[in-house]
């Protein structure tokens, strides 16, 4: 779910040179759609929606092709905890860094959906490679011809591999490296008083010490906030920074297939939370880039981290005996345009009269990243729970296919303002006119366990009656679906760029008032604090909503307006 708020933080947009987040007011959209009913469809064949038992009993009564109809228990039957469960530890995993659009986070999480479609035996659309497809967004990325560091290691030092940028960081610096721990220098622990600073160039561990008890023991205070630091050695003298990227701690695990040098990814936005919380987001009085922690051992000869090791063990700063290099560091930010993916994958229909036309499930993969103190959000809730449910829908109905296809996408930039969603709205990967309704699945992990919000229903009423066929078909634990209370959230998730386009769309959201949630949109949207019993339940009855859109031969009418 998108922040009701637009605006970024005032420092951010100056530091930066960002403009506001696009309005999806002023988007452009294309010709709205007029759905069309089938022309001359023929009746609904009463096996339709009778329990599974019976449909023996009626066969003889149905043409063959109809007779060959799954009733869509045995797709029903896959959707299990488990598979939602392991889903939802691989999105949430802290080397994800909150997934924010873009970032490597990101990326690598799109490449895994594209995996798991592959496994599924989706296609791919026609046109599209690996079930991945791109749109364009212009943000705050690092200028090659003005990022660069310069030093005296014989090697090659390369931007994206052993540093890159700083948002809020720009400027040029030079002069000889010196190490200062965490680069804290606060009351308790004041790693900086006896170091030579002036004219120097800082290195320092992003952060703060991994100890129990020290400053408030695991969790993140002000003092890690990288912009604070470099505020402070500012005030010392310090001409410019280099800012190591440490590993997770060891009880961290590493994702299956997680490249061995990770790329040194550029921080294109920082988290902004919903609860108050605004961090200092800078900008930095001096120039600094991030540097990767191997880049940093060669630098200064060190073996880092038993160095870090043992300030994290003693709680105490440590000094340190190594090398003081000449360098020179530049750091240059412009407005770029970059490549972020969406992802799609099709199960085709098993009607060869239907399996032209298509119903969309999508879910937003992406959430809102970091913030300057190494705080990651997560996005448990807000939608690695969205989309490991659509993940279990597309797997049972891949076990399973229904008479028309139906396509599973994952969204991009939904946090930032629906922009996944609404480039392949505008430009689907099928004929706009063949997508037949779009269900969407964000932040549905909280709340109780046997209710869920719909909306959508006011603007097409007929999704009313394809809830409750669904409902009375599949067992899905569902008891109580809130279709009238919430309708303020409708803009605000991905099913809303299809509805801009005239196609029928339906979304599944948790609870209202989203105000019950005290977690959305802060670090502590977790794992833990999702229903997955919930999650699996709404994958049930959305998975029983698909299905009867994609049996019905009537069409749901263009959505109100
Ligand atoms: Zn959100």
């Known amino acids: 779910m998108r922040s009701s708020q637009t605006d970024q933080p005032s420092t951010l947009v100056r530091a930066a040179g960002i403009g506001l987040p696009v309005a999806l007011g002023v988007l452009a959209l294309g010709p709205l759609l007029a759905a069309t009913s089938l022309a001359g469809a023929p009746t609904p064949p009463v096996a339709d929606h009778v329990e599974p038992a019976a449909s023996s009993a009626m066969s003889s009564a149905m043409s063959s092709a109809v007779a060959m109809r799954s009733d869509g228990s045995t797709g029903f039957e896959t959707i299990e905890e488990d598979d939602i469960e392991a889903d939802i530890a691989l999105l949430t995993n802290p080397y994800l860094e909150g997934r924010d659009s873009p970032s490597f986070g990101l990326e690598f999480a799109a490449e895994w959906v594209a995996g798991r479609f592959e496994e599924l035996g989706l296609e791919s659309p026609e046109d599209i490679e690996d079930h991945l497809t791109f749109y364009t967004r212009r943000m705050p990325a690092p200028d090659p011809e003005e990022t660069s560091l310069k030093t005296p290691l014989a090697r090659d030092v390369r931007l994206g591999a052993d540093f890159t940028a700083l948002l809020g960081a720009e400027g040029q610096a030079a002069g000889p490296a010196v190490f200062c721990g965490y680069g804290i220098g606060v009351k308790g622990f004041d790693e900086l008083k006896d170091l030579e600073l002036d004219g120097a160039i800082a290195v320092l561990v992003e952060g703060e010490p991994r100890h129990k008890r020290v400053l408030d023991g695991p969790t993140l205070t002000q003092a890690a906030n990288v912009y604070r630091k470099l505020v402070k050695l500012a005030e010392l003298g310090v001409r410019g920074a280099l800012v190591v990227r440490r590993a997770h701690p060891s009880d961290v695990p590493v994702p299956p297939q997680w490249p061995e040098r990770q790329p040194m990814g550029f921080r294109h936005t920082w988290a ?290």
Request: proline share 8%.
């Open 272 to 561: 902004m939370w919903a609860d108050g919380t605004v961090p200092f987001y800078g900008p930095s009085p001096i120039p600094a880039l991030e540097v990767s922690w191997t880049f940093a051992e060669e630098l200064l000869e060190a073996d880092l981290d038993a160095h870090m090791d043992a300030i994290d063990k003693r709680g105490k700063p440590k000094a340190f005996e190594g090398a003081r290099p000449q360098v020179s560091l530049a750091c240059g930010i412009e407005q770029r345009n970059l490549s972020l993916p969406n992802v799609i994958g099709i199960v085709r229909g098993s009607d060869p009269e239907l399996a032209g036309e298509y119903v969309v499930i999508g879910a937003h993969l992406d959430h809102i990243g970091a913030d300057p103190l190494g705080r990651i959000g997560v996005g448990a809730d807000d939608n690695a729970s969205g989309t490991s449910a659509m993940l279990a829908v597309m797997k049972a109905l891949a076990a399973d296919p229904p008479p028309r296809s139906v396509i599973g996408m994952a969204f991009t930039s939904e946090e930032d303002g629906l922009l996944g969603s609404d480039a392949l709205a505008r430009t689907p990967p099928v004929s706009r006119s063949s997508i037949v309704a779009m269900v969407n699945l964000d932040m549905i992990g909280r709340g109780p366990t046997k209710g869920v919000v719909a909306l959508g229903v006011r603007e097409n009423p007929g999704f009313e009656g394809v809830i409750d066929d669904a409902r009375r078909r599949f067992k899905t634990g569902i008891k109580d679906v809130e279709m009238q209370e919430g309708q303020e959230l409708f803009r605000r998730s991905d099913h809303f760029s299809f509805h801009q386009v005239g196609i029928p769309a339906l979304f599944f959201f948790e609870h209202v008032p989203i105000s019950d949630n005290p977690d959305y949109h802060t670090w502590r949207d977790l794992p833990e604090l999702v229903d997955v019993a919930k999650i699996a339940n709404t994958a049930k009855l959305a998975y029983g909503v698909v299905r009867e859109l994609t049996e019905r031969p009537e069409r749901l009418p263009a959505p109100k307006r």
